[in-house]
């Protein structure tokens, strides 16, 4: 059973920065790809960021020049830069693994990230 686990969340101020970390239980080399997801109450959980086993990434629109998505194959770690937070990003994190099947992926528990204004 892949487990991941979120850490790195708290409350900041606006236009502070923050990093996530998503630790493996695995070697994360396997998967095809990892991802950042976050979720509001009341709200589907929505992408956020995109690394895929070769290092191409992808981020969402509201994100784009703010957020960097990385990862350390070695530490089994995936990490998310996030700089000049502002309220709206305000939500609960969570880490994604794709193994590249379909149905298969795996979450991480989510961690709360709250932006003050």
């Known amino acids: 059973q892949v487990q991941l686990v979120e850490s790195g969340g708290r409350l900041v101020q606006a236009g502070g920065s923050l990093t996530l970390s998503c630790a493996a239980s695995t070697e994360i080399f396997r998967f095809n790809a990892m991802s950042w997801y976050r979720q509001v109450p009341g709200k589907q959980r929505e992408f956020v960021a995109r690394v895929t086993s070769g290092g191409l990434t992808k981020y969402a629109d509201f994100v784009k020049g703010r957020f960097t998505i990385s990862k350390d194959n070695a530490k089994n770690t995936m990490y998310l830069q996030m700089n000049s937070l502002q309220p709206e990003d305000t939500a609960v994190y969570y880490c994604?693994?794709?193994?590249?099947?379909?149905?298969?992926?795996?979450w991480g528990q989510g961690i709360q990230v709250t932006v003050s204004s």
């Open positions: 994604n693994a794709d193994p590249g099947a379909p149905g298969y992926d795996h």
